[in-house]
């Protein structure tokens, strides 16, 4: 008898599909299905799990949190209990057998410690014949099929990595989690939470919101020239671009604002070519379906397993930017061909370049994420379809040739002032046809040195320099991945942590009150720095490479975290109170025009946020506040209530007047 271990249901009736020919039987045992055929007069079953067959937790006598020192938790060694008591059934029952095993999870780290564990549980009912691995980056009939001819051995040293990482995890989280909460004295549903990775990406969007909410904007003027040459109307700005100061401003313009005709003085152009961009690895991918798409990262990453596991896409857990010699692109090529992108394909085959755009890194585990197979687009939600289609135009896009465009930089003369007139046209656009690109063009006429242009009008404009941007959720997992923090799979989970923490809000992550108090409060501390984070993600790289015993890097781990701990210990009260007094801050957004008390943002019972009095019940004056959006105190009072004016993203209201 043959047991494969698949790591989702979905896999497993794919995989058993592709093996059997179509041809296998759905059983169960209890409520949980399994697939089961014969080949070869032998008898093979197909298992799928949900993930982790066991999970990690303290001993009960150390989950009262108010009664356990909190060293304990540093060195107590976690239990392991199994999470789906029916599953774990069924994998005893075929292990009495004496089975041989195939092991046919994900091919990454936690892929390879799912079939560990399951491995090992089965170990105890039963002696396994043997135990194999079959690896593959996509669900495909040829994938799997090849997979299955070459079983391999399972990667111990991968499945140890991941296996100290959860533990590792398990313990900062823990330990640093009960502390803070404890120090500032929030429990139950209002606990605050910190851990090895997530602190220190989250101090990252709490100092960009300090840059931000400190930026003081500065005026400054620029000078417009709207110009015609023939039919073609253009804009010329004057070559300062900026004028600080406002008497300059208004000196170029009187002495420009009456001419009537311009004369050009120089045209500068320049042929340059725009390489297609790399495959998509997953950090490349989430920030392009969070800018393009505006599907949140966790979202895109649920919808990449998904027609991951329906065979449509390679797998998307990649670090990987160069496309393996192996791989058939042009039998890809030909299979969107006669999809229903057939269009996008057949301008990439008429401008295919000689070898397909390399990125810079170049792993062996998996390809760089690129489509396998035709979904059924009638079946596809709108989010789906979406990130199916930018994955096959990136695939396209890296395929075909250089864009060739020609940018313009022209030199007008008004009056003795040199305006400068910028352009930039697609000759070639290539790959630009497939795949969307932030760059702008824009066209202007074609001129000569000596032209003289008619002047619509010249405009002064106001304007102010803008706060730093706030980081989207790809640009903050690209922060990220530069400094080391998390890892290609677990950057979009400890995003989404910090949204269920209630520590960010909105599409833009920006930090909440509770997020600032956190920050502040440690972060003079390595657990918010990303250094100390890096480390042990290196130190888990050189466990899967073998280079590094697992338990060494665990008890190393403890070690830093008794010290860091200690530190933290010291300063307790300070802490707490300090992030006692930061949230109460935070909440407080002006004065009650009734009774001089604070007008803090509290939450109903319904789960409704509103503006109440500090001093309730003797003052029980309320407003109404929008439920969605960050808010912010301005310093400022309505001059028709008295009420607080707060700022809900960039617009100021009052929560009484609207």
Known sequence: MKVVICEKQIAARRIAGILSNGKFKT????????????????????????????????????????????????????????????????????????????????????????????????KKKGKLKSVKRARFSAITRRDILDAFSNLTELDHNLARSAEARRIIDLMWGATLTRFISLAAERYGKDFLSIGRVQSPTLAILVEREKEIRKFVPKPYWIIIARLQKGKKKFLAIHAEEKFFDEKKATDVFEKSR???????????????????????????????????????????????????????????RTDNTVYPKNLQIREILKMLISSPLSEKALIAKDNL????????????D???????????????????????????????????????????????????????????????????????????????????????????????????????????????????????????????????????????????????????????????????????????????????????????????????????????MRDKERIGSSIREAIERQNVVGKCPSCGGDMVI??????????????YPSCKLTYPLPQKGVIIATDKKCKKCGAPIIMVGRREICPNCG
């Open 27 to 122: 059983k169960r045992e209890g409520k949980v299905p399994y697939y089961t055929f014969v080949q070869d007069g032998e008898e093979w079953i197909v298992v799928g799990l949900k993930g982790h067959i066991l999970d990690l937790d303290y001993p009960e006598e150390l989950n009262r949190w108010r009664n356990t020192s909190l060293k304990k938790l540093v060195w107590a060694e976690p239990n392991r209990k199994v999470i789906n008591r029916a599953i774990s059934k069924l994998l005893e029952k075929l292990a009495e057998k004496n089975p041989d095993v195939v092991i046919a999870t994900d091919f990454d780290r936690e892929g390879e410690l799912i079939g560990l564990e399951t491995v090992e549980l089965m």
């Open 258 to 316: 009456n001419a009537t005709e311009a004369e050009v003085k120089s045209v500068e152009e320049k042929i340059e070519k725009r390489i297609p961009p790399h495959p998509f690895d997953t950090t490349s991918f989430l920030s392009s379906v969070t800018s393009i798409l505006k599907i949140p990262a966790p979202k895109a990453m649920e919808i990449a397993e998904y027609l991951y596991m329906h065979g449509w896409i390679s797998y998307p």
């Open 353 to 364: 370049r000689n070898y397909p755009v390399r990125g810079k890194k170049e792993t062996t």
């Open 366 to 568: 998996h390809p760089p994420i690129h489509p396998v197979g035709i979904p059924d687009f009638e079946k596809l939600t709108q989010e789906q379809r979406g990130v199916y289609e930018l994955i096959v135009s990136r695939f396209l896009a890296t395929l075909m040739k250089d864009a060739i465009l020609k940018s313009k930089k022209i030199e007008i003369e008004i009056n003795g002032e040199i305006f400068v007139a910028r352009g930039k046209e697609i000759l070639e656009p290539a790959w630009l046809l497939v795949y969307p690109s932030r760059e702008k063009f824009s066209e202007i006429p074609e001129m000569e040195e000596g032209d003289r242009l008619r002047i619509i009008s010249i405009e002064k404009i106001r304007k102010e320099t803008e706060p730093p941007k706030r980081l989207s959720q790809g640009s903050l997992i690209h922060e990220m991945e530069r400094l080391g923090l998390g890892t290609k799979s677990t950057r979009h989970e400890i995003i989404k942590k910090l949204y269920d923490r209630k520590y960010i809000v909105g599409k833009y992550p920006v930090p909440t009150g509770s997020a600032f108090a956190v920050i502040d409060a440690i972060k003079n501390y390595d657990i918010s720095k990303p250094d100390m984070t890096s480390q042990l993600e290196k130190e888990m790289d050189m466990i899967a490479e073998g280079r590094k015993n697992w338990e060494e890097v665990v008890r190393k781990s403890r070690e830093i975290l008794d010290k860091v701990l200690d530190s933290l």
């Open 602 to 615: 509290r939450i109903s019972k319904n789960g409704k946020r509103f503006l109440g009095c500090s001093r």
